[in-house]
């Protein structure tokens, strides 16, 4: 299973935060309006709350931090792309969840890049989208969010929007409340 590969690089907390019950994906899948992939759930079972590198961050359903609370910053980071091109005429290239095969954000950095599903097809054949927080620059990246923090951490994402060398390796995981 890709998540065994991911603890192999770094390790889970022993007591992760904002676990949730398994039973509680069907209301957290019932308000996004659709199945989320089953990695990104064995992850947040697995991990939790918390930072990887000491920069990357991953939404998460169960926290009451709404910085970090998947349904809160779905509606956040979807209505700042809508104003970019409303108000700004900047316009992102992918459709935008809920449009078929639209981006539906799943993370975000200290730097504010935000890492989105492209949801189109089957969501555990999802990749991930990171668009840059201070400009118009998109990367595609093949896999969801165990395949890409895992990538991510072993330095094997070529990006020019999360340079390999702000991932502190020191501090692989920490779990925050």
Same mark, same amino acid.
């Given at each position: 299973m890709i998540l065994e590969t991911l603890c192999d690089v770094i390790s889970p907390p022993d007591t992760p935060y904002d676990t949730g019950e398994t039973e509680a994906w069907h209301e957290i899948e019932g308000k996004i309006g659709r199945a989320l992939p089953s990695d990104y759930k064995a992850y947040i079972?697995?991990?939790?709350?918390?930072?990887?590198?000491?920069?990357?961050?991953?939404?998460?359903?169960?926290?009451?931090?709404?910085?970090?609370? /998947?349904?809160? !910053?779905?509606? %956040?980071?979807?209505?700042?792309?809508?104003? /970019?091109?409303? !108000?700004?005429? %900047?316009?992102?290239?992918y459709p935008l969840y809920p449009q078929p095969g639209g981006l539906l954000p799943w993370g975000i950095t200290d730097n504010g890049d935000v890492l989105f599903w492209q949801t189109t097809g089957n969501p555990d054949q999802w990749n991930t989208v990171i668009h840059e927080s201070r400009g118009p620059e998109y990367e595609e990246h093949p896999g969801g969010v165990v395949t890409f923090l895992t990538d991510l951490i072993l330095g094997n994402i070529e990006s020019t929007i999360i340079p390999f060398e702000l991932i502190d390796q020191q501090a692989p995981f920490v779990p925050a409340k």
């Open positions: 079972h697995r991990f939790g709350t918390g930072c990887i590198g000491k920069f990357v961050w991953v939404f998460n359903p169960f926290t009451g931090n709404a910085n970090l609370n /998947l349904l809160h !910053q779905i509606t %956040v980071q979807l209505d700042v792309l809508h104003t /970019l091109e409303e !108000q700004f005429d %900047v316009a992102c290239p």
